[in-house]
């Protein structure tokens, strides 16, 4: 079993920089790829970065490429996203997603989930 809690999102202006966390528990987190995805309303959710177990492998989407970082602490059981540049589109709920193994950029094929932070850019 794997639990997630966001936290770190808030309001911030166009350009300006947040950092979410994803604090982690469960024996496995260490062995697992963990993701975040974001939902905008009336919008389907969607992947935004994901990170591998080993911080080996990793994969961004096209959108927030050279804005977003994905990072994680396994001592501390925490994966973080730190995201520059922000703009009024990356208004989201935010969130994480955990997954065993191999890195993979779609909802369905995540098994843990956490709660959502809320993301709001203003222009």
């Known amino acids: 079993q794997v639990q997630l809690v966001e936290s770190g999102g808030g309001l911030v202006q166009a350009g300006g920089s947040l950092r979410l966390s994803c604090a982690t528990s469960?024996?496995?987190?260490?062995?697992?790829?963990v993701g975040w995805f974001r939902q905008a309303p009336g919008k389907e959710r969607e992947f935004v970065a994901a990170?591998?177990?080993?911080?080996?492998?990793?994969a961004y989407a096209d959108s927030v490429k050279g804005r977003f970082t994905i990072s994680r602490d396994n001592a501390k059981m925490t994966v973080y996203l730190q995201m520059n540049m922000l703009k009024p589109e990356d208004t989201a709920v935010y969130y994480c997603?955990?997954?065993?193994?191999?890195?993979?950029?779609?909802?369905?094929?995540?098994?843990?989930w956490g709660q959502g932070t809320q993301v709001t850019v203003s222009s």
């Open positions: 997603a955990a997954r065993p193994a191999f890195v993979r950029t779609t909802v369905g094929e995540y098994d843990y």
């Open positions: 469960g024996r496995t987190f260490s062995s697992r790829t």
């Open positions: 990170l591998s177990w080993s911080s080996a492998n990793v």
